[in-house]
Structure formats: structure tokens, C-alpha cells
């Protein structure tokens, strides 16, 4: 019998050569208390989070949890069913309103999780003859949507302009055409150019989708993202979003201006064939999204804060993923995978828990300490962080 | 239309620059295996190949390209059609 586990055996070599050197596992941390969006209690210790997307710290809310109590005593813990079938409930139509408010647009579709958004979205409308164009440094989610269409899918240079007009200009002219991007890329932080590419994009008669999981609530006016921060969200034909980040809850959504778009409803599997989310988790979601429109003094702290950390680690001498603070993201790149674990365990002694983010998930082939910052976070605290690193990164030999 | 062996020699030509370890280059001569190239490694020299022949390589096209006399046979096919 051919052990069907046999191709594993090179990342189960290179986990256990990693734990053998006495690091504990990155990858199975758990949070035993949580007691605030930036607080969390981890191994007995009171650990600041500094890796947890928790961009607008909704997670703790007084708003956000009423509404969700509310809903978990009126409509129950659960819909047990499809969204096209008994799984559509008050909450979601109005979690569903909640997000066409925000973004100013005609339609909205809440999935299960931001995963099946890009899933669906993509798998669903670029099919058989079709184009998929998309950033090398794309989400897996993105590439797992490509994966599971028919289209043909085309890959050009991170963030570079150039190449992807080069890319666009040799398809056929009368194909359909899907141009993929992120507003922020989640790696590194850094930010695309989207008004270029949204325009090349278009003058090639492409669609565009943009993924804006990690700017909704802060970058732009009116907390749209980067497409509205640059000008051109009217351009962009589908907006991706999660809820698993700035809002707070669980959950994903495509909002589109496109006249046909209800049909979306009835042809996207990763829509169609699951159960829709919990009562609570709608009613938290919108809540936290029509506080998110009136946050401009939260998303002032929060680029405040980003901008001290990335400064902070650069006078401390790290190497950092960005040359300027371009989100709430600031990753610091690490020499080598057992050095960036053993940086990652001495945050970790000095109660600080940031993500670590190796490849296949990062570009390059870099390890990274991958810091998201909250608006909930105090400016004493990023001061307290900056010390941590110090202390843990002259104990690692990194600085 | 470019004979095969004119082909390959073009791309070989292309393969050079990314050819780290100086493994000899024939028809038969793996990507992943032979010469070691990682993903970004691919991208590159695919993003080479393309502005090269003016072409488009897409990734479904590029899982079936192992060795370099399928990407020989694979350019070939595109630059004729």
C-alpha cells in the first residue's frame, strides 16, 4: 500500500528538525482567556496581540455584542441551512443592506467566510474560454477560486503596472477578461497601484475585481479601501470583503454595481451548497459595519500607531517588509525560518504574539514577523511593543 | 517558422541566466527536478519567455510543462499559431 501521507514527509521533517531546536510550535498557540482586542492570556501570561487583523478592535464592542445577544435569543444559535433555501434570515438581508450602505453600491452578497467569497466569486464568473489575470502574490483564496474554475489563468508581476498591461494586450480581444487584485497584499502591507492597473484594465475591456479584506474600515473617506482612497472604486466592478478582520465577526461578501449580479445567488456553489452563518454572527456584523462608517478618529489612532511601530523597528535596526507604513500591516522580515521561530518564541517569553508567516504563504520565499496593528491598541502600548522587540530580537542576535 | 532545434537553442539561451547550478541543459531536462527552480524562479523565467516571444504562458499551460522539450514544443505552437 502506497502511504497516500508519503508526499508530507519533507514538512513533517523540516516541523519536527524545527522543534528539535527547543522552539515551541508557532502553529498551535492557543489563547487560553481573551480579554480585550489587543489582550489576550497565552501559556498562563498576559500577552499583548499584535497579530490578529483586529484592525478597529470590534471584537469587544458594547454595540456589537448587544445586537449579537439579541439575535442569538430571537432567532436561535443557528440557521442550519443554505442561503437559497431556509438559511436566509432578517439578519442577513440586513447585514446585507448594512454593507450596500457602506459601499455605496446596488448590490450585496454575504458568504459563510471571506475564503468562500473569493471561492465563489471568481470560480463562478470567469468560466470555460475565459481570463483570469492575477498578481503572482495573490491570496491562496484567490488562487483556489482560479483552481477551481475552467478559465485560463494568467499571472504577471507583483504590483507591477507594466506587465500586466504587456499580459492584457496579447489575449484575444474578445475574450472575457477578469483582472484580479488586492487593495493591501496581507505579506508585506504594502499597497497596489490600483487607479494604473484599474485604468490599463479597463482600456483592455476587462472586468476587475478587488480584494480589499485588509483595508475596509480605514484606508479611504469613507473606510471603502484603497480603490476609494485612490479614486476609482466606481471603476472596480466587484469589491471582495471579509468580516474576519475589521469587523470583527466571521464571514465574507462581494458588493457590485453590476445590474445582473442577483444571479450570482443562485449559480455560485460555494454559496449555494452551505449553510448560511449564524443569527448572532449577521447581527454583529452589521452592527460593527454602520460603526465602522463613523470611525474617523479610531482610523486616525490606528495609521498612528502603524506609523510609530514601522518607524519604532526601523530606528531599532529591523528589516521591514515596506519602506513606509502603507497599512496596518508592518512585517519584519527574519534572516531564516529557525531564526525568525526563535524570534517569534522570545516575543512570545516577552509577552508580545505577532503572526509567523513563512513560504509557501509569503513571497520570496522570506520569513516574516507579521505585525497588524488595532486602533484599540494605546500609544503606550506601542511603546511597550517597541521595547519587547528590542529586548527579544538583542536576545535572538537579530539586532 | 523556427526549426526545433533553432528553438531550443533560444531558450536555452533564456534558461542560462537562471541556471544556478550550471546543470547541463538537453530536451530532457526537468524545471523543478534538474535545475531546482522554485516558484519564483519559474515566474521569472516564464515572464522572460513571454516578453521574449510575445506570447502568453498561462498557468494551466505551465502545469503541463515539465521539461524543457515540452517548453520547446509548447512555444513552438504558440508563436505559430
Redesign the interface.
Known sequence: MTDLFSKFDALIAQREGLLATGVKDPFSLVMEEVKSPTVAVVNGKETILLGTYNYMGMTFDDDVIAAGKQALDEFGAGTTGSRVLNGTFQGHKECEDALKEFYGMDHAMVFSTGYQANLGIISTIAGKGD?IILD?DSHASIYDG?KMGDA??????HNDVD?LE??LK??PADAGKLVVLEGVYSMLGDVAPLKEMIRVSKEAGAMVLVDEAHSMGFIGENGRGVAEEQGVLDDVDFVIGTFSKSVGTVGGFCVSNHPKFEIMRLVCRPYVFTASLPPAVVACSAASIRKLMHNSNKRAHLWENSRNLHQGLRDLGFQLGTPNAQSAIIAVVMPDLEKGAAMWAALLENGLYVNLARP?AT???MTLLRCSLCAEHSSDQVADILNRFERAGKAVGII | MTDRSEMFDRLKGLIEPFNKKGVEVVETTTFAGDLEW???TV?DFV?EV??SF???I???LQAEIENVGQLVDAVTKLTTA
Do not use: Q, T
Open positions: 481570463y503572482i482560479c485560463e489563468i494568467v499571472a504577471f508581476r506587465a504587456k499580459r496579447r489575449l509557501p513571497p520570496a520565499g | 522554485d516558484s519564483l515566474m515572464a513571454e516578453d510575445d506570447i502568453i498561462s498557468m494551466n
